[in-house]
């Protein structure tokens, strides 16, 4: 069964707007993952947040997370086309070795 | 560097058949591993190595198999293909193995595979 859930599954917005994600997930963490996916190519890896951080920024993203309420959520200010994308979740589980659970995605369409 | 390359990009078989996905990778990573994407599912574990000798089932393992002789090398194999095999597959590759915790997993470009 799937670890994350990332809501919205799809975002439409303009050029310029703030586009923010959520991951919710179910068992305790290490750390978690924001993942990119531009269509019929691999994924790209964005921003690592541990769990002991609450905040973490790179460049124009921010990522939160909050271990309580088991979830986090990406932030990418002043949106640009080229930010069109899917966008996933991935957690590192605190049992096992380098196993990494990924969410379902967010489509993110940035309209020119 | 080239990173994790994965061949073929693409591939049809009838099934039945069987044919080996290969992944290279060289960033000396000792941690490799195998997903599966479907629509609306996002990424699944299929299986994973954390070192020459060493792999291990993920999520979805029933019809595959792997083995890791060199750190460079992860190939996966599909013995009898099913058509519930037709999936886009990641190899990834990661140089984080301590036990708890993983790091930047970077990932190959993806094959392809549709099962008739």
């Known amino acids: 069964s799937q670890q994350g859930e990332e809501d919205p599954q799809a975002l439409s917005i303009q050029e310029g707007e703030n586009a923010t994600m959520n991951c919710s997930y179910k068992t305790s963490i290490n750390n978690l993952q924001w993942y990119r996916q531009n269509s019929g190519r691999g994924l790209v890896h964005l921003i690592l947040i541990r769990s002991n951080e609450r905040e973490k920024h790179s460049g124009r993203l921010r990522v939160t997370l909050d271990t309580s309420k088991k979830s986090s959520s990406l932030l990418i200010t002043a949106s640009r086309a080229a930010d069109t994308a899917s966008y996933f979740c991935?957690?590192?589980?605190?049992?096992?070795?380098?196993?990494?659970?990924f969410g379902t995605g967010t489509r993110l369409l940035v309209s020119p | 560097n080239a990173g994790v390359t994965q061949t073929p990009k693409f591939q049809v078989l009838k099934t039945g058949q069987s044919m080996t996905l290969q992944c290279a990778q060289d960033?000396?990573?000792?941690?490799m591993s195998w997903y599966r994407q479907d629509p609306g599912m996002g990424l699944r574990l299929i299986h994973y190595s954390v070192g020459a000798g060493i792999t291990d089932q993920g999520e979805v393992p029933n019809g595959y198999n792997v083995s890791r002789s060199t750190t460079e090398d992860f190939p996966l194999r599909l013995l009898s293909a099913a058509p519930s095999q037709t999936s886009v597959y990641f190899c990834a590759s990661s140089s984080n193995i301590r036990q708890g915790g993983t790091d930047t997993q970077y990932f190959g470009p993806g094959t392809r595979l549709t099962v008739l």
């Open positions: 991935a957690t590192a589980l605190n049992t096992g070795f380098q196993k990494l659970v």
């Open positions: 960033m000396n990573h000792e941690y």
